[in-house]
């Protein structure tokens, strides 16, 4: 069977991430990736192999610059069986005709809006709802995160109520644009925030309010989760439950911080130290007065890798049980 | 009337503080301010006239240094009616001996336990406990802010339950050993944590849970609160009732951070740019399905100051009042 | 005498700091001060009693927001001897045409360009070459901590060549937009840069060479120094010679970095904790190998407002002797 | 011929990366590492088949934990031919005595004093001073990256006077403890420092002064490089110089700090990201008024890796010619 071809629109922190982890893969290829500038990360991709294509101004000024751009956007889009829009936040939205016109399936990051897709995708609560779609959004990183928890959750003890706090990184550890640099920003102000209650977009039915704030960090998000579920569990109940999903790392050994986390990525040989999985603090999960408590750690960089990888099966139909493609994207990516 | 005779055992961030508040009371004086090294605060509280005390065996030191040492810290605390001890967590418990040999009164800070003074004290929650006490300690800031905005609402509404995410800067503005530099450090790891239940030690039977972070900023701590009333009340209620609270400022006007926050308090001409009252977010003050949330941001160097004053006047009962203490206080404070 | 009527166009970081400078001296006052948005800076400067003006198309929204804007930019510079433009960089060229047409003296900062006032000043080192003019600039933060120890070093020594790394704090301390969080960034990475040769735009003779780098700090520069100089001289010579210079404190007494300098300034009880000196690290300070070498830390917001003061009494004359108008502006800021 | 067995005593930040460096080579292997607690970096030495190795009386405490401790510090030393001693500065002196009376060789890192060893080592300078020795201390980060680009400009042009700003991250990412959170540090005071000096344990004749800061950041040191040299040379010339030298990256292409250097490593498929080699702005490599001017930036976590390697073949003479163990290694490790 020959392999699906993807395109990564947009080559930034996610979609070099996502074209490295489609090419772990023995039933998906990346085609080509789309880039608009030649900076460093241009010039590694092309010397990955991949072909490196630009908007159709600029593929003259990629050619200059020593990248000999394989064509415009059009031109690898239509190549491809998906495309795998990871342009920032707001721009992908305008990319749509462009995929419709070339009538290719595309999906798109947790920056677009969840009516542009129609369907908004996490591998373990929903991959059936994306079977042989035309679009889908895989959500944010912070949405992803918290749907990995909350569904197995839901499906076990029945999840009444989720309070959750998100600590988020201002900027992502490359970029050096953006603060504050000491400083704590309530963002956003009004209560409560938008972000928890992204989650429905996943799992119509959770209850949940979230406050955000940003802050002074790169590495990773914090959550502080408490839940209240239908059913009776103790403390130990739920660790056991959330150690055995396929993206939950219990974390334990000494580690207390964010900083060591992704050391531990690091140490692990992960490519870039990712930390595709939820990092949750073994010793933090308690059932205090009925209601749930924990920490986990979300690598916001990396998270969504594997349900990207997912969402290209689901779409594509390549394999139609969800489970079996989180086991073997886990695998080829050893995780 | 003469003036009760403070002195200050341990000038750092907080004794610097409550030395200059006491000195803007007019029912009160500083007799002496004991510094243990010659440094720049020790010359500054010098310039301002304040008698420097320090270690026994220091004296010559202090002499040698520029600063004549106005003696030992005996000496200083045999010429108080009230020592204010400012000393690093875990100090003022050595001292204890010392203040009950010269029989003077003694307060203590946060860092301290409650067993220690036996009384935990808030200015609004429990002035009378403390009244003729010989010792008392004023809790940390972090409690101190949660006391302010949690009694007024129970004595209100009832308080059935909060919930409260404390993320707290890792160093003072002027520490530049500790960090972390770029990283969320959960602390402690272990849910809930211990700094919410504190509030107990000052007002009993309120049902109270905690999860608290470190982070890499130096200006302020920031509260996120989840609430749940007996009564019901609305977001307008709530607002107003906060908003009189006599150490709570309502923050709108463009503030979008901690960062601003301070700012505003250098602006207003505050000294050292001190922001007493807790700063709420109006914007942020939500009643939602039948529970409060707001962010509230704690000047974890000053919020105490206005509390220490107030204590001073409960333990030697020259105010018997405590609404009228905290009116003087913060009238002679320009709070 | 009447004073001298002064607006402020632009109350940011620089602009506030004028208007309250201008305020401790006799013989000139603020006639009103120009913000584009009612935000809390905006507020403050109501309730301080200043008459806030406001670009013309946003009187009412000014009104609306609940301060009476006193009327239009054009209607403030109407009533002005001088205007000190303290809007952010690029923007103060824009103004100048009105600055013409009101026939009013200005004054710029350092974001602009020299070209457009055709004068940079720094009080120590060319004031009477200000005297009557129209159009003055005060150079910026790091230029004005350079002439302040360059020029005195030349005049007594013969300056031969200065070599110096320019750490700069990335953002103020109020700003929360601008990073890097965690990052160093040289800029310009084109060597050498402009910013040690802008002291040649004040002093032209001067050979000058810096670096520059940008910091995740928001409380201060530093520059360290390298100084070749004509005469032979002793490290005690030149510690002599900076430490009696009028807006240059020596540092010492245990202060190890620029957080303890800004503690310094609060301590002293400084209007916003300014730190209005170059702050010299009078260990530092070295000849070695017939090379001097020192550090200095330069705080940002405010070194230059003592010279916007200077720069007023010398374009309008009401004082011909810049030792003069040193001494007295120190003398009314406390300095 | 059998390999090289090498012990690593302190598997730290530079213990497990020579430890992985060490792997890489074909004529040398690890034999145990050496880890004093049982957290998350033993627990991956363990998975990555290393023999972990501890103090003689936490042998059990480390098997408990779920290490099995292969035996003592002693036990390890025994069998080894080389031990890298990577302990925390100052720890590595009192180790002496225990390899002596092994009768190993030893190797210490930058944290130690040259006397300690008697031979200070980089490979590219003076390889061959350390040729059957017993011991050698193979220099810091700092030093590292300052002979890299010293020594072939001395041996090309003649390098008469050095003046360098050493720019230096305050931890290393995965340390929470220590700060400054948000100041620059000058340190030392004293000037110059004695970092640049630290060059002269290597190539003893050069003239070099240098000042330091610590600062806020994790990631790399940048250090400021002024250097005279005895014979004339361009621009061009020194760029060509440098970029031809076996462990220096020129940096270009829209790289514009710290952050994204690390990015690039990370890109490249580093392992941890590493950027072993002193990476130069291209772009800021310039000779003005006969003098060089340019920014390097210092993986301090990696760059003396490579050279650690290169001491081990030099102390056991398994390659006597230097150039030749640099090709070997750097082929070895992909750089
Ligand atoms: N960074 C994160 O933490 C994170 C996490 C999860 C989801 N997301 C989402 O992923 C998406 C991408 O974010 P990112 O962080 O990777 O952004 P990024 O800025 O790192 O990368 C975006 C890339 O798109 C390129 N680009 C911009 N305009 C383009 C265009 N018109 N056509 C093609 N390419 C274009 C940019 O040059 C850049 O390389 C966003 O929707 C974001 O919200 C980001
Ligand atoms: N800094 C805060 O944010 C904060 C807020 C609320 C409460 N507190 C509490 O206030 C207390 C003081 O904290 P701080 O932040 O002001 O500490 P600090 O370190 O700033 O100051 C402590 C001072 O005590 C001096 N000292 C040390 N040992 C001494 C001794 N044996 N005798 C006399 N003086 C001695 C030190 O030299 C220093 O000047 C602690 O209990 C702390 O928990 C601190
Ligand atoms: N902040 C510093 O560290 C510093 C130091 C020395 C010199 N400077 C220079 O001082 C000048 C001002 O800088 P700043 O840091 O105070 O900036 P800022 O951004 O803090 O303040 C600028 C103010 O100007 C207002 N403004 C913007 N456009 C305006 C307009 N068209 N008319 C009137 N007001 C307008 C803004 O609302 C703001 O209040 C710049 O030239 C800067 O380079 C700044
Ligand atoms: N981190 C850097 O940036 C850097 C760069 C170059 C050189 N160095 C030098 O390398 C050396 C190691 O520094 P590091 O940063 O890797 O330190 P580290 O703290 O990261 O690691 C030191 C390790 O030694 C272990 N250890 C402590 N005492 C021990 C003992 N008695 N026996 C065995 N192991 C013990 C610790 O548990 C730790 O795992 C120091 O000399 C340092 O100056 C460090």
């Known amino acids: 069977m020959s392999k699906v071809k ?7 922190t996610i979609g070099k991430r996502v074209a490295d982890a489609v090419t772990m893969q023995d039933d998906m290829e990346i085609i080509g990736i789309a880039k608009t500038r030649p900076n460093y990360e241009a010039f590694v ?19 200059k610059a020593g990248i000999p751009a394989a064509g415009s956007i059009d ?31 595309a999906m798109w990051q947790g920056g677009e809006k969840h009516e542009l897709a129609g369907c908004s995708f996490n591998a373990e609560a929903n991959y059936e709802e994306a079977l042989g779609r035309d ?3 895989v959500v944010s990183c912070n949405t992803t995160g918290l749907c990995r928890v909350i569904y197995p959750l839901d499906q076990e003890y029945g999840v009444k109520k989720v309070r959750v706090t998100l600590m988020r990184r201002s900027a992502d550890p490359n970029d050096v644009k ?36 940003k802050l002074p960090t790169t590495l990773m998000h914090l959550h502080t989760l408490n839940i209240e579920m239908e059913k009776d569990c103790s403390t130990e109940d739920v660790k056991a439950l959330l150690a055995k999903q396929p993206r939950v790392r219990m974390i334990g050994q000494g580690i207390g911080s ?39 750690a979300i690598h916001q960089e990396s998270d969504v890798i594997p349900e990207n990888v997912d969402a290209i099966r689901a779409l594509t139909e390549i394999e139609t049980d969800g489970t079996k493609s989180i086991a073997k994207t886990n695998k080829a990516m050893g995780l």
């Open 6 to 12: 993807v395109a990564i629109n947009g080559y930034g």
């Open 45 to 63: 991709a092309h010397d990955k192999g991949y072909n490196v294509y630009t908007l159709a101004d600029r593929v003259d000024d990629m050619k």
């Open 75 to 105: 031109d690898m889009i239509a190549e491809a069986d998906v495309v795998v829009d990871c342009t920032p936040g707001g721009i992908g939205e305008k990319n749509k005709a462009l995929y419709e016109k070339a009538g290719v399936k």
């Open 135 to 137: 679009f889908v959004r």
């Open 178 to 213: 953006n603060g504050p640099i000491n400083a704590i920003v309530p963002n956003p102000i009004k209560l409560p925030s938008h972000h928890g209650p992204d989650v429905k977009s996943v799992i119509p039915h959770i209850n949940i309010t979230s406050t955000a704030v």
């Open 258 to 296: 964010t900083a060591e986390i992704m050391e531990l990525g690091k140490d692990m040989g992960r490519p870039r130290g990712d930390m595709w999985e939820n990092c949750i603090w073994e010793e933090s999960v308690t059932m205090y007065e009925g209601e749930l408590y924990f920490f986990q």
